[in-house]
């Protein structure tokens, strides 16, 4: 009771043991994914020195997201979200093995590294939907919030902590132990995850292929024609496609920009994630959906400015603060899309629509992580990254004039959406 007093609705969701076992086995899971990219970006850097091959690294590991998620959804109601979990967390371990095996017996090439990274992205797309809604599953609805804002603010936690991690030990003992001790993470959750059960039942309807591309179409079409949500996914996919790609390009510009090497990277990836972290812990404590829609768009103009501004300094400490500031800007957008998006969308269409969002968020800067790093090889890092910062200003002009009439229409509490 004292712990619950002390730390409010986030004491009380982990004073729920289940949610708590979860929360630290999905902690320890999301840590080693950093560990895993940051490893995988050096490890890229190192066998190509291109940054054509940093963006399609990064295309590698995220475009299954765009290929499986609006299906990925359905597969877990079908099987039961927790069966998902597990294996995708048992799979995730296998590859992270046999990765690491590679890479310290010298077998490793770029092509190998790229198919492995795929099948690293094609793993954690299938269960992502499923951890996103296993959090429903654990908690009481009165600590729901709560357990989300813990669920953010530990995944920015480890964008600190793996990276800093990964560019330590990448220095003593290279990236293949790094990629090793990522199985380790993956595993321990999947031993967390067995000895969890809370009678957890899969679905025994049967759909057939065409019903369930029928489920997937009529979701799209709602997400964008829907005024409000169209609006809001056009300004996620401005973040995902020329900001968030920047941080696949970390290895190059922290080798070419700043020549700092794997250490360098550690900093400035986690200097992206403190300023994340700061943003979730004050939208968490913020609590209310009112004004979100001014800050969706007051974040593209501060990403795109304190981006700017980054890649002008050539020393990194203050590039580092500057990136802070567009880490927690990139949040604040993030979080306050997916609030909107939960809060306007019908109750019948949310989990398709929210598999638009996943795709958006974390699908498109695959796309854009490619383009970036094919024009940054002709035109340089600063260049390229710089063009995508002044993008945003643009969508924040377009953006603007619209603020109030979207505002009406996604903040509104709606009847028959829950």
Known sequence: MAFTRAFGGAGSALA????????????LATVGRWMKRTAVGWLAWE????????????????????LLAVVAG????RFGFMRIIRLSQISAAILAIVFSTLVLTGWINIYSALVLTFLFGAVES??????????????????????IALGSASFNASRIVGPGIAGALIVWAGSGVVIGLCAISFGAFWLILRGMDFGEQSSKEKKSPKAL????????????????????????????????????????????????????????LSSIGA???????????????????????????????????????KTIWFAAAFLAIMGAAM??????????????????MRARVMSIFIVFAYGLPAVGAVIMGWVASYAGLQTAIGAGALFML?????????????????????????
């Open 16 to 27: 729920t043991p289940l949610f708590r076992r979860y929360w630290i086995g999905h902690t």
């Open 47 to 66: 066998l190509t020195e291109s940054t054509s091959w940093l963006g399609v690294i990064a295309f590698a590991d995220l475009l299954p997201t765009v």
């Open 74 to 77: 359905a597969i877990s109601d």
């Open 126 to 147: 299938m269960g992502q939907p499923a951890r996103m809604a296993a959090v429903h599953a654990l908690v009481a609805k009165r600590d729901l919030s709560s357990a």
């Open 213 to 268: 591309l029928a489920d997937i179409r009529s979701g799209i079409v709602y997400g964008f024609t829907e005024p409000g949500l169209r609006f809001v996914f056009i300004m996620l996919a401005a973040t995902s496609f020329f900001i968030r790609p920047v941080i696949e390009l970390m290895p190059g510009i922290s080798a070419r920009v700043f020549e700092a090497g794997p250490q360098g990277l550690s900093l400035l």
């Open 275 to 313: 300023g994340a972290l700061a943003a979730s812990l004050w939208l968490a404590r913020r609590g209310q959906t009112a004004g979100l829609t001014k800050l969706l768009i007051s974040s593209t103009i501060v990403t795109g400015i304190s981006l700017m501004l980054a890649m002008q300094f």
């Open 331 to 348: 949040l604040s957008g993030n979080v306050s899309a997916q609030t909107l998006v939960q809060n306007s969308v019908a109750s019948d």
């Open 394 to 418: 643009v969508f924040w002009v377009w953006a603007r004039p619209r603020q109030s009439a979207m505002g009406e229409r996604l903040e509104a509490e709606r009847p028959g959406h829950q």
